[in-house]
Structures are given as structure tokens and as C-alpha cells.
């Protein structure tokens, strides 16, 4: 079964560094019920490489997805979605947060992100279905990593833009 209007797979990009967290993911969404590709970027920085198909990721395809743990070598979860943010070309591909501890969570929980926008590492099988056959469906609904609830630090960079979740509501 294809899982896109256009009868294409579905294309994630899963930004984990930890194989054994790649391997359980990468089983999971192989029992979705999408047609789903997944290339997976080790750390931060290939990450945003392979969005921008710089260099050697020339020919990676755009992820209709990302999947985005927040703890990276090199250039963590919250330096992604900036990089994400503040380019045109890439703010509009939905994340979905991957949290691998109830810290992280609890983190998330501060920014305000709500409980839809992120996922306790390993993903499940029926919260990954949800999300993938949502896809089309954009209510563009704002997320954004901005200072934690009753904090006044400055906001991220990027223009005042949020990360799009295309999801529904909270």
C-alpha cells in the first residue's frame, strides 16, 4: 500500500544517534501499515546536510516526515528545528519530537509543546500510523521551542516563525 496522494512512499527522515533506538524505530514503521522509506541521519549536522542536499546527500530525498531525537552529537534536536525554522525551503516538513526520557519530556512539557507533537522513544506502532496517514491533512498548527512557560529569553531565531504541525490540535 502507498501512503501519498501521489502513490508514492512515504519519506522520513529519522535524526537518531543511537543504532539500537534506529533499529527499534525502523521496525516499527516496517509494520505500518504506509508505504514508508526512512533514511537515517546520525547526528544534527547530517541531518540538516541531507535536508539541504548538500554535498554527498544530493540525491536524499525530501522527508514528507522527520522524526528528531533532541539529544545529538555535534548539533542537538533544539539547533535542528531552528535551522529548520529559519529556512524558507524547509518549515513546512512536519517533526515529530522524539523524547527517550521523562526529563525530556518534562522539557518539552515547560516549552508547552503538547503531547501530540512528541513521542516516547521507541515510537509506537499506532501513534506512528496516526501521524503518517495524517499527512495530508495540514491544519498548521504552530510548535515551536521558544523559552520555557514563565520565562521571558528571547525567542529562537528564524523571524518570529513556529515549526508547523500539521496534526490537529493538542
Known sequence: M?????????????????PADVRLTEEVIKQSE??????VAEDGVIAMEMLRGAGAYRSTPRPDLILLDLRLPRKDGPEVLADINADEGLVNIPVMILTGTEAEQSLLNAYNIPPSRFCRKPIELQRFNNVVGQLGMFSRQPISMGPPAGQTEAAPSGGG?????PFGGS
Open 2 to 18: 502507498t501512503s501519498t496522494a501521489s502513490g508514492r512512499a512515504i519519506e522520513v527522515l529519522l535524526v537518531e544517534d543511537n
Open 34 to 39: 504506509h508505504t514508508t522509506n526512512v533514511t
Open 161 to 165: 516563525r513556529k515549526w508547523w504541525w
